[in-house]
Each structure stands twice: as structure tokens, then as C-alpha cells.
């Protein structure tokens, strides 16, 4: 038999995309019926099985997309068989943790907080709780034969020198916290794939924040806090807007520097300082534009996307700020104030 004539007998057949239908209704099956895994898995192998044996021995020529779609068929009922193994009040199980202000013999929380995948939410509160620790449902996406990790979370707690050092990290779960307006805070907190938020309480209560970092890897950045004996804060974010608002800021020392940043995204201030304190802020973008509304400062630079203000002398004072903002790609919106120290 000639070279062409072996060709054209092995014939295009959609066999592929047969077996790749009966794949897809057999995972919804699956969803529906909640299939026992066992069965489910037997399923899988045995068509995976039958369709190499019908392209292998019949002797079919197969299209690339009829392979590409049976191997995706096959993803989604392996994906479905996981998901269908672990009961609806494990995957979105919530676990909350708290102690009393009783309970805490300590002046000071240092608060450090990291989620893999979902968010970070703290906040604060005057009620008699010290601290309330919240990990929410998971952001776990089945995968085949695979279901969310054990140990997913984790909580520590330890006092040390008046210090009660509270660490919350967790792989799969958003983290929510608040903390009692009782104590000195410093905090950091930060995600790979999720945003994050710092916010004041409600009703006008006033909080004791020594420091904050707050970065996210893939997600916003959200600060909106009062202070009057500010050490530090940074704001970080690889691919999403960073926003700062205050209503009152002090400075803690000299030179106390307040850094905010985003590779790729917008920048948004809105703060109230002292006015007994000194600032210097430095704001650029590369590939966006800088506005500001800053009365009181004094405006040395101020272009596209440059800018430089000032009020009092940092290099002399005894309280200062040193406020830089940077974008990649992005604005910037600064808008300043100085008010009289409370």
C-alpha cells in the first residue's frame, strides 16, 4: 500500500470529542449526585484508558484540539471529584479566637498577620476584648484528587516585657482582626494574592498606633488610621492602588518616615499633621501624573510627575515626617493639611 494510501485510511475521527462530552456529563453528574471518590476516580481512569486504546489500536487520527479539550474534560471531573470529598462545613468553616482585656496582662500589642491566598482586614474596637482573631472560608480551588491543606491557619500568642506578641497567618483563608483600643499597636500585615486594610474605629475613639506596614503582592492597599505618636508606616503594593487617610498625624521623633508605593497602580493620600511638626514629602511617577492640594507647604518642585513641599525645617526639628510616594505606573493624588496638635 502506497505512502497516501495509509494516510487517507487513517481517517479523522471525533472520537476525542465524544469521550470529552461524556467526560463534562458525567461531571455534572458528579456535582449533582456528590459521587463517592473511589467511583469517580474509576470513572476517570477508564475513559482516560478507553480513548487511548480506541486512538492507539483503531488506528484514528486525532485533531490537537479534540486532545486539548478531552484533557481539560478530564481536569474538570478530576477537579469536581476533589471538591465533592470535603463537606460544604469544612471548605467554608469559619474559626474565630478572642481573649479578654483580662485575660492579656500586657500594655502593647505587636501585631503580624500573613494570608497566602485572601485577605487581611484589621480593625479596632473599645469593647472588652484584647484581640479577636477571625479566619474566614477558604479560597481553595479544587485541583485533581487534591483538597484544601491541613493546618491551613495558625494563631500564637505570647507575652513578653508587657508585650503580647499575636501572630495570625493562614495559606488559604482571609484573616480578619480587631484589636481593643486599650493597647499601644504596632502592626504588619501582608498577603501574596488578596488585599489589605487597616481601619480606625467607629465613633470617634482613639487608638494608640505606633507603627504600621501593610503589603500586598497582588491586591489593594487600604490604611485609614489616627495617631499621635507615629514611629513608621509603610504602604506596599505590587499590582494594586495604595490609599492613606488620616485626620491626625504626629510624629512620635525626628525624621519618622511614612513610605508609600505601588509597581502598578494609583496612590491616594489624605492626611491632617500636626503643625508643630515638620514635613518633607517626595512623591514621582514614571509613567503617570502627581496632583497635590497642599496648603500651608511650601511647593519647591512641582511638575507632571514630580513633587516636592515642605513644612518647617526637617533638618532642625525635633518631630518630623519624611513622606515618600512612588508609582511605576500610575497618579498620584496627594492632598495635605496642618492642624493645630491635639
Request: proline share 3%.
Amino acid at each position: 500500500m502506497s505512502s497516501s494510501a495509509q494516510q487517507s485510511s487513517r481517517r479523522s475521527s471525533p472520537v476525542l470529542g465524544v469521550l470529552a462530552g461524556i467526560v463534562f456529563i458525567i461531571a455534572g453528574l458528579a456535582a449533582f449526585l456528590h459521587l463517592e471518590i473511589g467511583l469517580s476516580i474509576a470513572i476517570v481512569l477508564i475513559i482516560a484508558g478507553a480513548g487511548v486504546v480506541l486512538v492507539g489500536v483503531a488506528g484514528f487520527r486525532t485533531r490537537g484540539w479534540d486532545i486539548a479539550l478531552f484533557v481539560i474534560s478530564l481536569i474538570v471531573l478530576a477537579s469536581i471529584v476533589s471538591t465533592n470529598y470535603y463537606t460544604p462545613s469544612t471548605t467554608n468553616a469559619v474559626y474565630t479566637y478572642s481573649a479578654t482585656r483580662a485575660q492579656v496582662s500586657a500594655s502593647k500589642i505587636d501585631l503580624f498577620a500573613s494570608a497566602g491566598l485572601g485577605s487581611v482586614d484589621v480593625g479596632f474596637s473599645n469593647s472588652d476584648q484584647a484581640y479577636q482573631v477571625t479566619f474566614g472560608s477558604g479560597a481553595f480551588f479544587g485541583f485533581p484528587f487534591f483538597g484544601p491543606p491541613a493546618n491551613d491557619f495558625k494563631l500564637t500568642n505570647q507575652t513578653r516585657n508587657g508585650v503580647l506578641f499575636l501572630n495570625a497567618t493562614s495559606s488559604t483563608t482571609s484573616i480578619t482582626i480587631t484589636l481593643s483600643t486599650s493597647y499601644v499597636a504596632n502592626i504588619t500585615a501582608t498577603t501574596s494574592t488578596g488585599s489589605v486594610s487597616l481601619s480606625r474605629p467607629g465613633g470617634g475613639a482613639a487608638v494608640k498606633i505606633q507603627s504600621v506596614s501593610l503589603t500586598s503582592g497582588t491586591g489593594s492597599v487600604s490604611a485609614t488610621l489616627d495617631g499621635k505618636n507615629i514611629s513608621g508606616i509603610s504602604l506596599k503594593s505590587s499590582t494594586g492602588s495604595v490609599n492613606l487617610n488620616s485626620n491626625y498625624l504626629s510624629p512620635a521623633s525626628a525624621r519618622v518616615p511614612i513610605s508609600i508605593s505601588s509597581s502598578t497602580g494609583s496612590v491616594d493620600v489624605n492626611i491632617k499633621i500636626a503643625n508643630n511638626a515638620a514635613v518633607a514629602i517626595n512623591a514621582s511617577s514614571n509613567t503617570g501624573s502627581v496632583s497635590q492640594h497642599l496648603p500651608g507647604f511650601t511647593i519647591t518642585q512641582s511638575t507632571n510627575n514630580r513633587l516636592q513641599a515642605s513644612a518647617g525645617d526637617v533638618a532642625t526639628a525635633p518631630k518630623s515626617f519624611l513622606i515618600s510616594m512612588s508609582v511605576s505606573l500610575g497618579s498620584i493624588n496627594v492632598n495635605g493639611e496642618l492642624v493645630s496638635p491635639q
